[in-house]
């Protein structure tokens, strides 16, 4: 699998979801599956299967991983204690965007549709450090980027259960407005994958 093997900022990177129902699925090649066909803003969910929306003008964009919990626990006779790890909670995931209200409007095939209607949603976050020919998880879209033929670009892929909780707006009167969307995350983190 041809995951990202040099140094480099992840420009081109990606947070999609699928718009079909949830699967539980912990296979790369289910979840991968979900993400074929984009959707363009503006277009209804009908026959959402292998069809999935991408968020646009992200800004900057979280840590992923499962964060550390660490626990100090005494050890009696010693000068310091030992530290065992302990379950750790979801990380918070919120991603900065630059506001255009247009893409935001709650009507059914815009983003704003989806924001606090508590449904679980499977998301794939993407790491990229070069443009591939499209965003769909197979090889004529991830599998390009770094500007190579279908089936050797470098992607790294990570997918979870999550849902829209939140989109809080920060108006700028010098800059682009920014918003930043609260994505809850459900389930654990699975991955890295990569399309090949």
């Not at 947070?15 to 912990?26: E, L, M, P, R």
């Not at 815009?110 to 197979?138: D, K, M, Q, W």
């Amino acid at each position: 699998m041809p995951h990202i093997d040099s140094i480099g900022a992840g420009v081109f990177s990606d947070i999609s979801f699928s718009i079909d129902t949830y699967s539980a699925s912990t296979t790369d090649t289910v979840l991968q599956g979900m993400f074929i066909l984009p959707v363009a803003l503006g277009t209804g969910d009908t026959t959402p299967a292998t069809k999935f929306r991408r968020i646009p003008n992200i800004r900057e964009l979280p840590q992923i991983g499962t964060p550390p919990n660490i626990v100090n626990v005494p050890n009696f006779g010693f000068k310091t204690s030992k530290q065992v790890q302990g379950q750790a909670d979801a990380p918070t995931f919120e991603v900065t965007l630059n506001f255009v209200p247009s893409e935001w409007q709650s009507a059914s095939g815009y983003l704003g549709f989806y924001i606090g209607n508590s449904t679980l949603y499977n998301f794939r976050f993407t790491l990229l450090n070069a443009e591939p020919a499209g965003y769909s998880s197979n090889q004529a879209g991830l599998g390009t980027a770094k500007g190579g033929s279908a089936g050797s670009g470098k992607n790294t892929q990570y997918f979870f259960g999550g849902k829209f909780e939140a989109l809080q707006i920060s108006p700028q009167l010098t800059d682009a407005s920014t918003a930043v969307l609260t994505i809850s995350i459900q389930t654990d983190l699975l991955g890295p994958w990569s399309n090949s």
